[in-house]
């Protein structure tokens, strides 16, 4: 039965009388228990349980918040500059967004993923995906920053990522739009989408001891929309599932035309037989450009690498790994148990929700039941893959997640709310409403093995009637959810950094001793690293001048620069000497058209200043760090072009032929060391 997506909705909502509305009246002033508030309270000088990674959407970050208080704890940047500490402004982090486009300071964050050992988190790194110009990110949570951004090429719409396999073997991304490869011409027309364009997976391999990523091979595949992804565990960690829709081939109108087929698919890959042809051969060296970005945390400085090719295996050659899945139309999430048996697939224009056996699934294989092929890749029967549906369960499915009791939460866009069901009958067990239009959510650890299972949140789209109004946008927000007994109950709402898509939870035990307080001096090896104020000088190369410079409570040194000159690029290179946990200083002078720079204790960071009046510029930190912090400041006197200004400079208010400076020494050892009080 063929129907537009608008009409397939239509005729959901009238389904039978079990839904209060396709939305709920009063979404916002859902009744909590008294409790409630004892149960999200977290007392002064307590710490919260969880840290809670929320993808920033459109913002291009990440945002930690802490769980149950839902307080908002520290914004990374990751994908977008930040005026805050000079992220993506500054000489050192700069090149971390860098791509094949070119300098590319914003993206579209949308999916989180902690590394994980045997299916358990590690607390080592946090990936996160950028939608638009298709990159990953790999986030070191020792220092809460951002350590590495890979490109990825042949891929539009990076959106089924970055999803890894149990072990952190591999980060596994889809293409969401399917386009002629990089290696193809794509000046071809838009109506030769069946014939033209292709779809992509990558597998990006993770160095097991460092993150370092690499990206390893790509499949060429049928021009589907590959949405969104999640790796097996336990029997099924060798295996990656992908949801797709858009097996029509459309090109315009998808909401109508893409719709037209009662089923869409799961693809299931067998990643690790893929590597093993990837290893033996069985791809092509395809050319190509994309940026591989990397911080290095002993020079703090980042580079960018613009690579030219890459492995592509051709799935209309090698498709021996690889299956098709009929899943109830417009899929989106596909979301696997921690048992690794049971697959769910979360189809938007569907009345039921299925759920899929991996053990069918392979035992479909070995036995070849299968209902015809798609470019050559088996599509397994419908019926023998199936263990059950969940029968009129909500209106628009789009995330499932599980607690470790064999239960799964599933959310409902249309119907704003979230239902429990068990996975071994799919039968329901309860239903909550959400405000308006959840999207996401998020079990705590339910994408492991063993999820802590006693928290839920909700991430929603709209929250008319339940926040202040600010203008035309109103916040975008979250429900906390308590999920340890049969019952879910909302406990608590705040608002979040929009657009929230999906978030990962991991105790903060698991974090807090690894994480890096400050860095010794002696362990930073930046080249423009001064260890002392004494150090501290001035130096012009040509119309280039080097300022290093020291700050410490409650001075920058030298403070009086004279002899700069229009035309004239200026690094200043501040090196906070501190040694002391969470004592960072700030830089910033005036007129400056990038932004501030904010270094952590013992480290060191540049930016760079183009002065274009003549006159006398003051800097200063601005970040509060004593009594004495309107104090720490400084002049820098600009000349016109050709002007017979000496460059001069002061420390301590004596000039550097009053003292003897001490020359910096090379150094060299270990990566930052984590220090406490």
Not at 234 to 249: G, K, L, P, R, V
Not at 291 to 310: D, F, G, P, R, Y
Request: with cysteine.
């Amino acid at each position: 039965m063929k129907k537009s997506s608008i009409y397939a909705l239509a005729s959901l909502c009238l389904l039978g009388g079990v839904f209060h509305a396709c939305k709920p009246k009063k979404a916002g002033h859902i009744a909590v228990d008294d409790d409630a508030a004892k149960q999200v309270y977290v007392a002064p000088g307590h710490y919260d349980e969880y840290y809670d990674f929320v993808s920033g959407g459109f913002s291009g970050q990440v945002s930690v918040y802490g769980i149950p208080s839902g307080r908002l704890l520290k914004v990374i940047p990751v994908f977008s500059q930040n005026g805050e500490n000079g992220y993506g402004y500054d000489e050192n982090t700069k090149p971390l967004l860098n791509t094949s486009f070119g300098f590319v300071p914003w993206d579209d964050s949308h999916h989180t993923q902690l590394s994980e050992t045997n299916a358990m988190y590690d607390g080592r790194w946090l990936f996160i995906n950028a939608n638009n110009t298709p990159r990953i990110a790999r986030v070191d949570l020792k220092t809460f920053r951002t350590a590495e951004i890979i490109e990825l090429p042949n891929t539009s719409g990076n959106h089924a990522s970055p999803f890894i396999t149990s072990n952190t073997e591999y980060i596994v991304a889809g293409s969401r739009f399917s386009v002629p490869a990089d290696y193809e011409n794509g000046d071809v027309s838009i109506k030769d989408y069946k014939t033209k364009f292709r779809g992509c997976v990558s597998y990006i391999k993770v160095d097991q001891k460092t993150g370092h990523l690499n990206l390893d091979f790509q499949l060429n595949l049928p021009p589907f929309n590959y949405d969104l992804s999640h790796s097996g565990k336990n029997e099924s960690a060798d295996w990656s599932f992908f949801t797709c829709y858009n097996t029509e081939q459309a090109h315009s109108l998808l909401e109508v035309n893409a719709s037209q087929n009662d089923k869409d698919y799961i693809l299931a890959i067998n990643w690790k037989k893929a590597a093993e042809h990837a290893a033996k051969g069985d791809f092509d060296w395809k050319a190509c450009k994309y940026a591989h970005n990397v911080m290095n945390e002993n020079t703090e400085q980042a580079t960018s690498e613009i690579l030219n090719k890459v492995k592509v295996i051709d799935t209309r050659k090698f498709n021996d790994f690889l299956y098709l899945i009929p899943c109830p139309k417009s899929p989106h999430g596909v979301d696997v148990d921690p048992t690794g048996e049971y697959i769910v697939g979360n189809g938007k224009l569907s009345a039921n929700l299925p759920v899929f056996s991996f053990k069918k699934i392979q035992e479909a294989i070995k036995n070849h039941k299968f209902d015809g092929k798609v470019e050559g890749i088996n599509v397994i029967k419908y019926e023998d893959a199936l263990h059950g549906e969940v029968q009129a369960p909500g209106l628009g499915s789009l995330h499932t997640e599980f607690d470790a009791d064999g239960n799964a939460y599933t959310s409902f866009f249309i119907s704003s709310e979230i239902v429990k069901w068990r996975l071994k009958d799919c039968q329901i067990e309860d239903r909550i409403p959400t405000y308006y239009s959840v999207g996401h959510l998020s079990v705590f650890g339910a994408d492991t093995k063993k999820p802590y299972g006693k928290y839920m949140i909700a991430y929603n789209k709209i929250t008319k009637d339940c926040f202040l109004p600010t203008g035309p946008e109103l916040c975008q927000a979250a429900q906390l959810y308590d999920i340890s007994g049969n019952k879910m109950k909302l406990l608590l709402e705040f608002p979040l950094i929009g657009e929230p898509h999906y978030a990962s939870a991991i105790a903060a035990d698991m974090l807090r001793p690894n994480m890096v307080n400050f860095t010794l001096l002696k362990n930073n090896h930046n080249p423009y690293k001064i260890s002392t104020a004494q150090e501290a000088r001035v130096e012009r190369h040509g119309n280039r001048v080097d300022v290093y410079m020291a700050a410490i409570r409650s001075r920058l040194v030298p403070d009086n620069i004279e002899g700069i000159k229009i035309g004239d690029e200026v690094y200043f290179h501040v090196t906070n000497i501190e040694q002391e946990w969470d004592i960072p200083h700030g830089f910033a002078i005036k007129g400056n058209n990038n932004a501030e720079l904010l270094v952590m204790p013992g480290e060191t960071g540049t930016i760079k200043w183009i002065p274009n009046r003549v006159g006398i510029l003051p800097f200063y930190c601005t970040d509060f760090c004593s009594a004495l912090h309107q104090e720490m400041q400084g002049y820098a006197r600009v000349s016109p072009k050709g002007s017979n200004t000496p460059l001069s400079f002061t420390i301590d208010d004596k000039l550097p032929s009053q003292f003897t400076v001490t020359k910096p020494t090379t150094q060299s050892g270990a990566a930052p060391t984590t220090h406490k009080r």
